[in-house]
């Protein structure tokens, strides 16, 4: 295991480069991202350890950030002032480009894989924003009403974006479709719904119609290999898988373990059935969803996943909560960062914390 002391900030959030293997982004915050500055953290993995390539200060403090999909030197970031600013890693100090529209913190940012010439923004506001990195406004607002934690587009489609929420609602927008009342909204699943036949936990109080209590969703992901398939998290300690074509059904797989909230859950870029989660009970954990396996994947009566999706690891390296975690896209599979509020980011293999 690599380590970087990211000292004075708390990390918020890493992503590795789509171009260097290499090359580790952070966006960090002091105290907590309760008060003062922000600080983005350009890092590189040498034969030496984890060096800082260049970093950047910025008045407020740092929720996320995005790596361009079109140039290799550029990062995006969110910034608690409502802000989205666009540095180069080339060029010292300044963003070359900056964004004030959210009228609350921007906590998510995320770049389109597809088409790779727009982003999106999510606010406490209670809005998402889809953004061109040529223009100095918005290309679209798209109003959700409620504290919006993450929102991202489809790996798969250059027109879908998806969001979940303080609501506990997971929506689906094709921006294909025309504005009219429902501003391309064409799809919401609640996230605490949950089938008959899934088995509660000795730790968890169904709700009316055998549902959860809602609770803040506050990540989600979309499955790399699978087009129709989601995870999320959030503060009730469970992630969530779904099936985008049959959103009635309910979750396909409920996971549980972590002690408190997930704060992030991303699919792995390179096993169709591996997802990768942060928690404030300081651990990371790997999960398989069971799909890997021939038999049909549901939330079975024998428990949450059935006998199908199960933790196959956790890291409990972190001292403190871990609110950021990428996979590396390139090189051996097990390969990821994390960073968290202890001011440590840590570089690791997942194969050398699973089990049989």
Known sequence: MLEYRTQAFNGYAVKY????DS???????????LVGNGRLYVLGLTSKGIVAEKWFDTQDSLFDLAWSETHENQVLVAAGDGSIK??????????????KEHMR???AVHWNLVSKDTFC???????IRVWNPTRPTSLF??????????????PHSPSLLSSVSSDSHFRLFDLRTPASASNHLVLTIPIHSAQASTQLSSTQVPGPAGQFPPNEALTHDWNKYRSSIVATAGVDRLIRTFDIRAPGQGPLVILPGHDYAVRRVTWSPHLSDTLLS????????IWTDGSAKSEPIHAGVEGFGGDQGRELGRMGRHTEFVCGVDWCLFGSEGWVASTGWDERLCVWDV???MGP
């Not at 666009?86 to 964004?99: N, R, T, V």
């Not at 942060?278 to 954990?285: H, I, N």
């Open 105 to 107: 913190e921007v906590f």
């Open 351 to 353: 194969r050398e914390f």
């Open 17 to 20: 480069s789509p171009f260097f």
């Open 121 to 127: 923004s999510s606010s406490w506001d209670g809005t």
């Open 23 to 33: 090359r580790i982004a952070v966006a960090s915050s002091q105290h907590f991202g």
């Open 141 to 154: 607002t798209l109003p959700i009403h409620s504290c919006t934690y993450s929102a991202t587009f489809s």
């Open 278 to 285: 942060a928690s404030y009970d300081m651990t990371c954990r």
């Open 86 to 99: 666009l540095f180069d890693i080339g060029l010292d100090e300044f963003p070359i480009q900056s964004w």
